[in-house]
């Protein structure tokens, strides 16, 4: 696989992120050169509980060709936990537990070893959560504008990743230092994603 490919659905060179308790200051990590700062923001900084499930279509370029892969990503979260299963092809993948302190996955036997779910949580955090938190999570050197439809992660003058909102369902996320693009789409509740259960 090319690293743009691991970079799309996992972490590739990125730095440990911090973990920080809800209510406590989150420890900033600096990442190596060149890493992309991934975020584990505590559940309760979203300030609000979320359900939802997500179809994210993956985009990257392999020898001047797109390719695309897709996923589908269940998200729960609450002032305790953030929650989050990955589904390929109807079955789970990998399920992620996170409560501001301690960091749970598992995974399938047969999920890809690069599967990566931090990298997928660190990229919904980036589109979901405040960004007065993010910010607060982001490494020295590290800065994130955001508005209404528009959300910009940088390392000093660069642009490392875009996040627009297109309409109320679609969000478009573009890495630009990784290589890849994420069309995350959410849908409707009742949605069978044969998922075996909740996130």
Request: aromatic residues 4%.
């Amino acid at each position: 696989m090319t690293r743009a490919t691991l970079s799309a659905l996992a972490l590739a060179a990125a730095m440990a992120a911090g973990c920080a308790a809800p209510g406590s200051a989150p420890e900033r990590t600096v990442p190596a050169a060149g890493a992309t700062a991934l975020l584990r923001l505590p559940p309760a900084s979203l300030q609000r509980e979320l359900k939802l499930q997500q179809h994210i279509t993956v985009e990257f370029t392999v020898l001047g060709r797109t390719e695309r892969r897709e996923l589908l990503a269940l998200l729960e979260a609450d002032a305790a936990h953030t929650r989050l299963a990955a589904v390929g092809g109807g079955q789970v993948l990998a399920r992620l537990d996170w409560d501001g302190t301690t960091l749970q996955v598992s995974r399938a036997p047969w999920a890809p070893a690069e599967l990566q779910p931090e990298r997928i949580l660190s990229d919904l955090q980036l589109t979901l959560w405040p960004a007065a938190a993010v910010r607060a999570a982001l490494p020295a050197g590290w800065s994130f504008d955001a508005t209404p439809t528009l959300r910009q992660l940088r390392q000093g003058s660069e642009t490392v990743a875009e996040i627009r909102y297109p309409d109320v369902v679609t969000t478009l996320f573009v890495q630009h230092r990784d290589g890849y693009r994420l069309t995350i789409r959410n849908l409707p509740a009742e949605a069978n994603v044969n998922a075996g259960g909740s996130a």
